[in-house]
């Protein structure tokens, strides 16, 4: 858990340090085009971890060594596969699309097979219990980016930017070979599909609805109020950045240790999700009351330069949205443990229709500020959604992951 948080905070500096370059360098506009490439990657980045990485650590944590060598060569191949295809698309609408959005994803496009690649080696290492090589890692990405943005930003092409943070990540994508000493299979990424598709597609269809969704809303937000709406919200998210980053990257540590507690028992799994769920909240409050004390000194405008006064009005209700949904990460964590695919897709269904239309009738009312005050109260619904699916599957007997006391890789692929 340590190293998993230690990792994440590396990943959280370098993904705010990228943004604020970004918001200091190009305009308005061509940051908000910035924005979309960003969600667009994070929604393929979601395809590829449901397709490939979550079944790993949901049923490949903390297995024999030559299991887990077998499971990584085919999830690595898994992620290359979903990485070319979905570039290609990128790549596409990069050069069919007119102006800075079409220019981001042109340069995401070019990239996306190696950062899907590095993201797989992050799960892999978090499955095997070795966090250390994940934190390395993504060292190493971040090292990567003081020369690779260094040069982009003094072209100030927004395709040169998103080509340099993507190189960066290749360079990391690359030594990931070297850490785990596994090739990716292409062959096996066919295997792996047929063995693990009853929660491989399931997770892929949540992760696209959770990621899709967030898509979505930064584009209805665009189409109606503009990209200057999307360049402040993006502004205010920035400023959650590290925040952010490390709730949501915790999933990498947080499922394996799950699965770890529920071999002890089903209540030992409730206490560990409560406590997950717990900790991040009150993380968030203490997050958002340092920049209620800090912000308004100046160091906001300092920090995003022309995008802080537009954005400085949706921090009050982006933080207590992130507040609210912080909490339910214990849930999510705990369904995802217990392998009931079912009722987490449902779960994302709803979470992601309400923040979907929520951003639009906020949006249309009143623009970024409208959006977001409307999606706190997407939160709250959702949230008391996510812990009342828990705890019915806590008290059932579905599921498709481990169960306490099943020690063996082979029984695990065997269900």
Known sequence: MSWGLIDQALSSLSNFAVGIVVAHSVGLEEFGAFTLAWFTYGLILNVSRGLATDPLV?????????????????????????GVVMGLACLLLGIVVPGPVGDAL??????????????????????AGQGRKACVNDLVWGLALVPTMA?????????????????????????????????????????????????????????????????????????????????ALRGAQLLLGPLLTVLMGIGTVAVPEAVRWLRRSRRHLLRFSLALGSVEAVAALMWALALWIFLPRGVGEVVLGQVWEPSSVLILPLCLSV??????????????????????????????????????????????????WASLGAAVVSGIFWWAQFRRAMHGTEGNGPVPGMEDAGSIRAR
Do not use: K
């Open 58 to 82: 949901v049923r490949f944590s903390g297995v024999p060594v030559a299991d887990w060598r077998t499971a990584v060569s085919r999830t690595s191949g898994t992620a290359v596969v979903v």
């Open 106 to 127: 042109a340069g995401l496009g070019l990239v996306l097979p190696l950062l899907v690649l590095q993201d797989s080696w992050r799960f892999a290492f978090f499955a």
């Open 151 to 231: 040069v982009a930003v003094q072209r100030e092409s927004l395709f040169g930017i998103v080509l340099a943070w993507g190189l960066a990540g290749g360079v990391a994508a690359l030594f990931g070979f070297r850490q785990a000493r596994v090739v990716p299979s292409f062959r096996g990424a066919r295997i792996w599909f047929r063995e693990q598709r009853d929660l491989g597609v399931r997770y892929m269809v949540e992760n696209v609805i959770q990621s899709g969704g967030t898509q979505l809303r930064m584009y209805a937000l665009g189409v109606i109020a503009g990209l200057a709406e999307v360049a």
């Open 323 to 372: 507040i609210v949904s912080t909490f339910c990460t214990g849930a999510t964590t705990g369904l995802r443990a217990l392998g009931t695919a079912r009722r987490s897709l449902r779960s994302q269904v709803v979470e992601s229709t309400l923040f979907v239309l929520a951003t639009i009738i906020g949006a249309t009312v009143a623009g970024a500020l409208g959006a977001t």
